[in-house]
């Protein structure tokens, strides 16, 4: 085994293979950096160059692609809120607010050591239980999983606000936003609006395949951080300076959290290593980990290092775990680790158990190149830290219009419709009003993200096991011990955060419009619960618990809103902060921004319509010189039109392109 | 005699003609992907990429796009709509058996027309019936009764799906197999035997060589059955599998009848659909003539070229390739066909299993 492992390091770093390695490593690091792009989306990218390659120098472009994304992803979440890629949902929670404070060199710095210490985790995880991981993985049975998935709920009771009724809400929503699309028990199309549209209608069509996890995510965390910056139009870090050296202090932020730093990559690893659950909710459960396991926690959410460091270290070691199986049974354990299993098949490399038991070198070179990958990646990333997060002083104004080019390019070729467009917005707009009457949209995000599989596994273990066979499966009993544990440690901080927002004592500022919402809120039960009426059971049966459950915490929200004494915690309205303050935009005028360029590519098409809007806002709004607001425009059309190729996207077409045939890239 | 000479000369010529009116040269051809990258038929698309550039008059460079707005059906909906007046072949639809079976389910959401399409390469795939060894089963047709008497589950990706052939198969035989839906595809179905929650499952050739086989050898699966291969009118043995009976073969031994009727015709066309000729390269039917025979010849060219077909192979296991006009016809049509009454049939029998 030693042999095979050096002979493999030899193989990689002697030959060609290093150079299409850090190739892969620097696409990999662009990628991560605009937000929206994760590694599924840079890897589909390199699958035509791949295909034809000598294997190792492939395997070496792709591995290196994969392990750097989730280092790179950091610089959006931390410096602009927005996750760079699904695997930096929660390093936005903190890192963010820490940017805010004119930290974000040493956020930076923390993470990307944490991601590197988590890479490096990950391979050596995978270097030592790839031969006798089999039964390990598959002693997760779906009632294994089931429980996994209900604890990934559970730890929303730990991230979520002061009231149990607006976090069971937002839960709610996201499991009713991830139950759109076919239902996985009756093959039927469900809350896709056929209720009331022709089938054949784009949207119904839209909806038929689920809303994408990255319109998702955009929409809920970067829409309402975007919005509420415009409006202050003042630069995100709050100190005109940041602190000097903050990768250092950075390190030592690292070095002494060092054993949270290991627990989140065992974390990461582990339950990367099942499949089924799926990358996405691994972030939180290990954000929600360094939370509950650590003292003084109050800071949490308002920019405390620690919720960078281990959402980070998870983040990275979960590749190593999702590469276990992907590599043992060619069943991939995330998005990611999907298309490099599409990759390897192009090189004429087949995962299963015959790679592992012929072709141990080549494993062996996956190995390597993850760790290589990675510290190339992290090291990378540590020297731009400092000069990338100089962005924080500038007006945010006068980034925004660049920000939101993008973001809404990356939305839009989630799936390449303007469905991902306009359910981006819809579900933005929730958003905003979740952050402003303090909604946890991270509860949200995870009821999203585990829809399916509690869904999934809950119908096949009831046909699967009966109930004394599943207390007889003893890993099926710990998780429930986990389950409970994670339920009494949330109602614990829920106390925590009562006690905290009664003695702030939140200021009125007024009440219908927080009645609004609680009451559209169970419209949105209702209407889930009516339009799956006719489905077969499996196919309503859980859309239909959820709506009722969303009904009932409703009400019973509406309820408390009314008759809510003044200062009580179910009311919030982060309006009254603002409402004294100077120079502050109107509520409505950063959404209005928003959709505009939006409402103009729906005329002129996408790619002509952000031009003019990046012009516009940068001279109107941004009062910036004529001269300069040229040289942004002819820049914004460059840079997407360099992405476009490259990645092979497109741009939202408009009217005008379904009458005129266009060259490229106006068309 | 005269007469036809100038007949023959002219055709001749004229074919000639047309052949080389068409030139790519310079050109870039798209083969559109209705599926995700990395998937089953995006890798049979790139693997065909080098090769059709190379047999391609002007040798044009072909890429792949993989185009997944509104799914497998809406993405053909959409091409049909973008391309479906070209007639300069410059885009060419990749098919697969996701893109048949809902056409023959009417599927509410197609608008395609699949016998507006015209084939101009065609390939089929196989599959093999397997079951955990602790069943304690060895041979489909001695142990019959049985494997009858067994607790039988089988993890379904869902029923209108590839699924519904073994799902009517086992009903044709009358195996008392129940079926969990919500697997991820056929890798969560492999899963769940390999964990032990089911105990029959099938996986198409090439999986089932790479990842069945291995415990086979191991004991911990035993194979039960091919679906077999369309071989004229009949279904055979598959050669990729020669001691194994195929399914028509074990129907035959253990009712004692032969397979016919409404619902043996429902079976075959979902089985010509999703297996016989599981993947088509296909074009719109307004497509110039010439063009269609240039294509048509440069998947003959391909079907030549043995690096090519390695690859193809290796993803698909060996199984007969469609091309010429004719043969791509008729398996076109085989693929998209059902009478009325089979189709009524197969509608109450799927709304059965729901």
């Not at chain 1, 963010?96 to 988590?118: D, V």
Request: contains cysteine; aromatic residues 10%; glycine residues 10%.
């Amino acid at each position: 085994m030693l042999d095979a492992l050096l002979s493999a390091f030899i193989t990689i770093v002697s030959g060609p293979s290093i150079l299409f390695l850090i190739a892969g490593v620097v696409i990999g690091l662009v990628v991560g950096v605009i937000p929206g792009f994760g590694g599924t989306v840079g890897l589909s990218l390199l699958l035509p160059f791949v295909f034809g390659m000598e294997p190792i120098s492939g395997i070496a472009m792709m591995m290196g692609l994969l392990s750097v994304v989730a280092t790179s992803d950091t610089f959006p979440a931390v410096l602009i809120g927005v996750p760079g890629s699904v695997s930096a949902q929660a390093t936005v929670m903190d890192g963010f607010p820490l940017a805010k404070k004119g930290q974000a060199a040493r956020a930076l710095s923390a993470a990307f050591f944490s991601s590197l210490f988590g890479g490096l985790f990950g391979a050596v995880l995978l270097t030592m239980i790839i031969q006798i991981a089999k039964p390990i993985i598959l002693a997760f049975g779906t009632g294994e999983m089931l429980m996994l998935a209900v604890f990934g709920i559970t730890i929303v009771g730990t991230l979520t606000g002061a009231s149990i009724s607006k976090g069971l809400i937002a839960a709610c929503l996201g499991l009713i936003i991830g139950s759109i699309g076919i239902s996985p028990g009756s093959s039927e199309y469900r809350l896709d609006f056929s209720n009331f549209l022709e089938v054949q209608n784009s949207i119904v069509m839209y909806l038929g395949n689920g809303i994408h996890l990255m319109v998702v995510a955009i929409s809920i965390f970067a829409l309402p951080e975007i919005v509420e910056l415009l409006r202050s139009n003042k630069a995100i870090s709050e100190k005109a300076k940041l602190e000097p050296s903050g990768w250092l202090k950075g390190f030592k932020d690292f070095i002494s959290n060092k054993w949270l730093v290991l627990r989140c990559s065992f974390l990461g690893s582990f339950i990367g290593l099942i499949p089924g659950i799926g990358g996405s909710c691994i972030d939180w459960i290990s954000y929600s980990h360094a939370k509950t396991s650590v003292k003084n926690n109050e800071e949490f959410g308002k920019g405390d290092i620690r919720g960078v460091i281990g959402p980070e270290s998870s983040s990275n070691s979960k590749e190593g775990g999702a590469l276990i199986p992907t590599l043992l049974f060619a069943i991939p354990g995330s998005g990611g680790t999907a298309v490099l299993m599409g990759g390897l098949i192009l090189l004429g490399v087949e995962p299963g158990i015959q790679l592992i038991n012929n072709r141990l070198d080549l494993v062996y070179t996956i190995i390597w190149s993850l760790a290589i990958a990675n510290i190339f990646g992290a090291l990378v990333c540590v020297y731009l830290a400092k000069p990338i997060s100089s962005l924080t002083t500038i007006n945010f104004t006068i980034l925004a219009p660049f920000l939101i080019s993008l973001i809404l390019f990356a939305i839009y070729n989630s799936s390449r419709s303007w469905g991902d467009l306009i359910f981006a917005m819809l579900i933005g707009l929730i958003a905003v009003y979740m952050k402003r009457f303090e909604y946890s949209r991270v509860a949200l995000m995870i009821g999203f993200v585990l829809s399916d599989g509690i869904e999934t596994n809950l119908y096949q273990t009831i046909q699967f096991y009966t109930i004394e066979e599943l207390f007889l499966r003893p890993i099926f009993l710990v998780l429930i011990a986990i389950c409970v544990l994670s339920i009494l440690s949330g109602l614990k901080i829920i106390d925590k955060a009562k006690k905290l927002s009664q003695s702030t004592k939140a200021i009125e500022y007024t009440r219908n419009p927080q009645l609004y919402f609680a009451i559209i809120m169970s419209f949105i039960g209702v209407y889930t619960i009516w339009a799956t009426k006719d489905l077969a059971f499996l196919g309503k049966v859980f859309p239909q618990s959820v709506g009722i459950t969303m009904l009932v915490c409703s009400l019973s929200l509406i309820y408390q809103i009314h008759f809510a004494k003044s200062g009580s915690i179910v009311l919030h309205d982060s309006e009254a902060n603002m409402v004294n303050k100077e120079g502050v935009q109107p509520f409505w005028m950063p959404i209005f921004w928003f959709l505009l360029p939006l409402l103009v590519a729906i005329f002129i098409g996408f790619y002509i319509a952000i031009g003019l809007f990046v012009f516009w806002f940068l001279k109107r709004i941004a009062q910036v010189k004529t001269s300069l607001c040229f040289i942004s425009l002819i820049s914004i059309w460059i840079l997407l039109a360099i992405i476009s190729h490259f990645m092979v996207m497109d741009f939202a077409p408009g009217i005008l392109q379904t009458y005129i045939e266009l060259p490229w890239p106006i068309n | 005699m005269f007469k036809k000479m100038i007949a023959v000369l002219s055709a001749l010529f004229l074919s000639a003609s047309a052949a080389l009116s068409v030139d790519y040269s310079g050109k870039t051809v798209t083969i559109w992907v209705p599926f995700k990258a990395g998937g089953g038929t995006d890798a049979v698309a790139r693997a065909l990429t080098g090769p059709l550039s190379a047999n391609l008059p002007g040798n044009p460079s072909v890429v792949v796009k993989n185009v997944t707005e509104g799914g497998g059906i809406g993405s053909v909906n959409t091409y049909v709509a973008k391309h479906g007046k070209d007639k300069d072949g410059l885009v060419v639809l990749a098919t697969s058996g996701s893109t048949q079976l809902p056409f023959l389910f009417k599927d509410k959401r197609v608008r395609y027309d699949y016998k507006k399409f015209v084939a101009v390469h065609g390939a089929g795939t196989g599959g093999v019936v397997y079951v955990r060894s602790d069943l304690g089963i060895k041979d489909i047709i001695k142990d019959f009764d049985k494997l009858k008497g067994k607790k039988l589950l089988y993890g379904s990706q869902g029923i209108s799906s590839l699924d519904a052939v073994p799902a009517l198969a086992f009903d044709m035989l009358g195996l008392p197999v129940k079926i969990v839906y919500g697997m991820k595809g056929r890798k969560g179905g492999r899963a769940a035997i390999m964990r032990g929650e089911t105990t029959i499952d099938y996986q198409t050739s090439s999986s089932y060589k790479k990842h069945i086989k291995p415990l086979v050898d191991k004991g911990e699966m035993v194979p039960l059955m091919t679906w077999g291969v369309q071989k004229g009118n009949k279904i055979v043995r598959d050669p990729n599998f020669p001691n194994l009976p195929c399914f028509t073969e074990v129907y035959e031994k253990v009712t004692g009848k032969k397979p016919g009727g409404e619902e043996f015709q429902a079976w075959s066309a979902m089985f010509a659909a999703g297996f016989t000729t599981q993947k088509f390269l296909v074009l719109p039917k307004g497509t110039k003539n010439s063009v269609i025979k240039t294509w048509q010849k440069a998947a003959e060219g391909i079907v030549a070229d043995k690096a090519a077909m390695k690859v193809l192979n290796k993803k698909l296991g060996t199984y007969p390739h469609y091309i010429g006009n004719k043969d791509l016809k008729v398996a076109l049509k085989n693929a998209s066909t059902m009478k009325g009454s089979t189709y009524k049939y197969l509608s109450n029998w799927l709304a059965s299993k729901k």
